[in-house]
């Protein structure tokens, strides 16, 4: 068989970075290079490598958040109440501007929305309801205000949709799948700050908002007396309630892209059974998923596929509930927005030695720590990752858009790279 060949680069990203240890104790570098190489070389597939990127601007996090989206960097100092942001430019590292909010708001997280930099809280970290602030891409400058924080809806609507609840319900509740305490509303907001609908839920509610990997557009509420009904995310608009479709002794019920799917463990048989619906509420497929029993459940969309985790991890077809493949574990890692991050129609784990890092699609970015730096690979739907560049300091955590990668370091800093 004809045999690819595959180049290593172990060069550095910028000039004053170098290979050669100047420690005395123990064995020189080269030795612990020449392993990496050869471990490498026994699990390098036939994919070429991506080209050495490059080294844009490397800030502090002061133990905050980050984010790369529309063409910057934001640092988010969200120790700090209020939160101070900075947002740098991605083309050649200089600062954008500064930006610290008025009051209380304490921020971690950036969405953006045509012109606007959406900045919001983690609910779960700031432990209050929580306010949502717009500012310019541009400038900086606030443009509106709101209480509760964004809906992870599809790029390029007409607004922002805003969730405000009690905090416990935010943080806990709507992950957890059970009844809300205390009343949800849902609000869009355009660009000018104006409320242009609002849809109310009541204390007592299931509500599984869609978890598509493209953005939510609809949302399922099982309110106390076993009605279900839909949410359009877009309009506001409110179905009437269905009586028969679930109930309290279902384990979960989740929306991914046109299903509705209600789920009910099997103890008997360590299965869960899966019944799924059409946004109508119209019965798809039924569908029994070996996940084990015992372990909180889960359906989100991983590629082309719904990912059901319990126990263990088994991927069916969306279109009539086949089984795909099964993992013995659930997924180690989810990706922002509530999607998998592994491939999903190979199951691909990461090798020993290395760490998930951050996934774009059915790619995997891994890194492995040698000495000083971290080795970055791709993980292409293959069993081996295809190398790709050492990088100064440990890297514990990436973000992926296009071609961008930020990752925070063991050194509370954060670097951003471009991709070739």
């Avoid at 947002?87 to 008025?102: H, I, K, Q, S, V």
């Avoid at 309009?235 to 209600?262: E, K, S």
């Avoid at 109508?280 to 990912?307: F, N, Y």
Wanted: glycine share 10%.
């Amino acid at each position: 068989m004809p045999v690819s060949t595959v180049t290593i680069d172990l060069g550095v990203i910028d000039g004053g970075w170098d290979h050669v240890d100047d420690d005395t104790a123990g064995l020189p570098r080269g030795w612990g290079l020449a392993a990496v190489l050869a471990m490498l070389l026994s699990l390098v597939s036939a994919a070429p490598a991506p080209g050495r990127p490059h080294e844009v601007t490397r800030q502090p996090l002061r133990n905050g958040d980050y984010h790369v989206a529309g063409g910057a960097l934001f640092v988010l100092d969200s120790d700090r109440t209020p939160t101070p942001v900075e947002a740098y430019d991605a083309t050649d590292g200089t600062l954008r501007w500064m930006f610290t909010p008025e009051g209380l708001a304490q921020l971690s997280y950036v969405d953006i929305r045509g012109e606007l930099a959406v900045l919001s809280p983690d609910l779960c970290r700031s432990g209050v309801t929580g306010t949502t602030v717009a500012v310019t891409r541009a400038t900086g400058r606030e443009q509106w205000r709101a209480v509760g924080v964004p809906v992870r809806t599809p790029p390029g609507g007409t607004g922002t949709v805003v969730m405000r609840s009690l905090w416990s319900d935010g943080c806990r509740a709507l992950a957890d799948n059970t009844p809300t305490a205390g009343v949800l509303r849902w609000q869009l907001i355009d660009t000018a700050g104006l409320v242009q609908w609002d849809t109310a839920v009541d204390p007592g509610t299931r509500v599984a908002v869609d978890a598509a990997a493209t953005g939510a557009t609809w949302a399922a509420l099982l309110d106390g007396a076993g009605g279900l009904s839909t949410v359009d995310l877009v309009t506001g608009a409110r179905t009437a309630p269905v009586q028969g479709i679930a109930g309290p002794a279902d384990d979960l019920v989740a929306v991914v892209d046109d299903l509705l799917l209600v789920a009910r463990s099997d103890v008997p048989t360590g299965s869960t059974r899966i019944t799924a619906y059409s946004r109508g509420l119209v019965e798809r497929w039924k569908a029994q998923v070996p996940t084990g029993i015992g372990s909180p459940l889960t359906i989100l969309p991983c590629d082309a596929a719904l990912c059901v985790s319990g126990e263990r991890t088994a991927a069916v077809d969306p279109s009539d509930g086949a089984l795909l493949w099964i993992v013995p574990r659930a997924l180690p890692a989810v990706a922002p927005g509530g999607a998998p991050a592994m491939a999903a129609d190979t199951g691909i784990t990461v090798p020993p030695g290395w760490s998930f890092l951050a996934a774009a699609g059915p790619r995997v970015l891994i890194g492995l720590q040698t000495d000083r730096d971290t080795l970055l690979a791709w993980s292409d739907r293959g069993p081996a990752p295809a190398p790709s560049v050492s990088v100064p300091g440990a890297l514990v955590s990436c973000e992926i858009d296009a071609a961008l990668v930020a990752c925070a370091t063991e050194s509370d800093e954060v670097v951003l790279l471009r991709l070739p």
